[in-house]
């Protein structure tokens, strides 16, 4: 190992201990180690346009200015209202609707953004039930990373591997899309069965109830009628160009840019305002992640790690059950954004030796479904923790991993059966 390989693996371990550590913001660690491997010249300045992942970061800044526009119409109140009364007050159909759609939503939209349009909505409704609103939340929690597995856009670590591999948005839909469908029913009944006992409404409250929810309007949370109008319709649009942008030959980040665009332009939004709620730290975050991690490229180090990996796994199969189980197991402990840069790499140093297409989406299972492990594994968790303390509801680490760690493992083990029969076979 060489002196710059040396002081590569330092900053790439320290920045790594920073972030899980919490002791300073993630992204000034990633900007500061950033910082460190471009001044002492590890990854010189020609090549950060090689290692700075810009279909990423670009895909995530347009649909955070499309979402941000979006939620000023009351667009995403008005989902949660309609939820609600297609439950008719049964708490049972509120957990099933509700996890739907916040699946459905977080396909599309990323899951922060998703918890937090929708928890306070979830917090009033079963609040007016009168039942312990903790496996309602739970429930939300793991929907949102479940379904923002099915699809390229729905989980940063897909953003990632989408544009490092060359995968399409129908690539992500057909093979993690049925896993996430299967798996959010799986999830719902887990919850149920765990929770079983304290989702009964008050007999003698049924009634009142389902009038309370009933008598919601959903038409009073739109709050501008004519944005909420066009908000859908670009929505639409970009979907709609996400399902055809390989066939289009136009890359998911152009679609989003395109979307925002059209939008700010349409509905005459402020862009100081749009832009000002972007998460400009999470972009820096990705930025100088990307960097490191390129060092550890530039270096040499992932080639060898990947060489030794390579050694020991004859097959395909065995590289599946490897890195899913992996992933899982570690997304669940760190942030799976920067695990997922790390593994990237290494998955293709290893394409000279496997058909990296299955380990590909054996990836993308273990990080995005890996994070429903413990309340640190994903954003989403923290945030829905953090909302459901302020109004004085308690979920410890223990009582989320307890239901956590069993869906981590169901949900997983589901996953890579289905990738396993898909290609690798009995």
């Given at each position: 190992?060489?002196?710059?390989?040396?002081?590569?693996?330092?900053?790439?371990?320290?920045?790594?201990?920073?972030?899980?550590?919490?002791?300073?913001?993630?992204?000034?660690?990633?900007?500061?180690?950033?910082?460190?491997?471009?001044?002492?010249?590890?990854?010189?300045?020609?090549?950060?346009?090689?290692?700075?992942?810009?279909?990423?970061?670009?895909?995530?800044?347009?649909?955070?200015?499309?979402?941000?526009?979006?939620?000023?119409?009351?667009?995403?109140?008005?989902?949660?209202?309609?939820?609600?009364?297609?439950?008719?007050?049964?708490?049972?159909?509120?957990?099933?609707?509700?996890?739907?759609?916040?699946?459905?939503?977080?396909?599309?939209?990323?899951?922060?953004?998703?918890?937090?349009?929708?928890?306070?909505?979830?917090l009033?409704?079963?609040?007016?039930?009168?039942?312990?609103?903790?496996?309602?939340?739970?429930?939300?929690?793991?929907?949102?990373?479940?379904?923002?597995?099915?699809?390229?856009?729905?989980?940063?670590?897909?953003?990632?591997?989408?544009?490092?591999?060359?995968?399409?948005?129908?690539?992500?839909?057909?093979?993690?899309g049925?896993?996430?469908?299967?798996?959010?029913?799986?999830?719902?009944?887990?919850?149920?069965?765990?929770?079983?006992?304290?989702?009964?409404?008050?007999?003698e409250?049924?009634?009142?109830?389902?009038?309370?929810?009933?008598?919601?309007?959903?038409?009073?949370?739109?709050?501008?009628?004519?944005?909420?109008?066009?908000?859908?319709?670009?929505?639409?649009?970009?979907?709609?160009?996400?399902?055809?942008?390989?066939r289009l030959?136009?890359?998911?980040?152009?679609?989003?840019?395109?979307?925002?665009?059209?939008?700010?332009?349409?509905?005459?939004?402020?862009?100081?305002?749009?832009?000002?709620?972007?998460?400009?730290?999470?972009?820096?975050?990705?930025?100088?992640?990307?960097?490191?991690?390129?060092?550890?490229?530039?270096?040499?180090?992932?080639?060898?790690?990947?060489?030794?990996?390579?050694s020991?796994?004859?097959?395909?199969?065995?590289?599946?059950?490897?890195?899913?189980?992996?992933?899982?197991?570690?997304?669940?402990?760190v942030?799976?954004?920067?695990?997922?840069?790390?593994?990237?790499?290494?998955?293709?140093?290893?394409?000279?030796?496997?058909?990296?297409?299955?380990?590909?989406?054996?990836?993308?299972?273990?990080?995005?479904?890996?994070?429903n492990?413990?309340?640190?594994?994903?954003?989403?968790?923290?945030?829905?923790?953090?909302?459901a303390?302020?109004?004085?509801?308690?979920?410890?680490?223990?009582?989320?991993?307890?239901?956590?760690m069993?869906?981590?493992?169901?949900?997983?083990?589901?996953?890579?059966?289905?990738?396993?029969?898909?290609?690798?076979?009995?």
């Amino acid at each position: 190992m060489d002196t710059m390989e040396l002081i590569a693996l330092v900053i790439f371990i320290g920045v790594y201990g920073f972030i899980m550590s919490e002791r300073i913001h993630r992204t000034v660690a990633a900007m500061v180690g950033a910082s460190l491997v471009l001044l002492i010249n590890i990854v010189p300045w020609e090549k950060v346009p090689k290692y700075l992942d810009l279909d990423t970061i670009l895909l995530l800044a347009g649909m955070m200015v499309v979402v941000n526009v979006a939620r000023e119409s009351g667009l995403f109140e008005y989902i949660a209202i309609k939820t609600a009364k297609l439950s008719k007050g049964s708490p049972m159909k509120v957990l099933l609707l509700f996890s739907v759609v916040t699946a459905v939503v977080s396909a599309f939209l990323d899951n922060v953004t998703t918890v937090l349009l929708l928890t306070p909505m979830l917090l009033y409704i079963t609040k007016r039930m009168d039942v312990n609103p903790i496996p309602f939340l739970l429930s939300e929690v793991f929907a949102s990373n479940i379904g923002g597995t099915a699809t390229l856009i729905g989980d940063p670590p897909n953003i990632m591997i989408g544009s490092a591999a060359g995968l399409s948005f129908n690539e992500f839909l057909f093979n993690m899309g049925p896993i996430a469908l299967v798996d959010l029913f799986a999830t719902v009944g887990i919850i149920y069965l765990a929770y079983r006992a304290e989702m009964n409404a008050h007999k003698e409250n049924e009634e009142g109830i389902r009038m309370t929810i009933m008598s919601l309007d959903e038409n009073d949370a739109i709050r501008d009628p004519v944005l909420f109008k066009k908000s859908i319709t670009v929505l639409v649009g970009v979907i709609i160009g996400f399902f055809f942008h390989d066939r289009l030959g136009v890359e998911p980040a152009v679609i989003a840019l395109t979307g925002a665009s059209v939008l700010l332009l349409w509905s005459g939004a402020s862009p100081e305002h749009a832009l000002e709620k972007v998460e400009w730290a999470t972009l820096f975050f990705f930025g100088g992640l990307f960097i490191i991690v390129g060092s550890l490229v530039e270096t040499g180090a992932i080639a060898q790690i990947a060489n030794w990996m390579v050694s020991h796994i004859h097959s395909e199969g065995e590289a599946v059950l490897v890195i899913s189980w992996f992933s899982a197991f570690s997304s669940a402990v760190v942030d799976n954004i920067p695990f997922t840069a790390t593994m990237i790499p290494l998955i293709k140093a290893m394409g000279t030796q496997l058909n990296t297409y299955p380990l590909w989406w054996a990836l993308s299972l273990g990080a995005c479904l890996g994070g429903n492990g413990t309340a640190i594994g994903a954003s989403a968790n923290v945030v829905v923790i953090g909302i459901a303390h302020r109004e004085g509801i308690r979920i410890t680490f223990g009582d989320f991993l307890k239901v956590g760690m069993a869906i981590m493992v169901t949900t997983v083990a589901i996953g890579t059966a289905i990738i396993w029969l898909r290609y690798v076979g009995l």
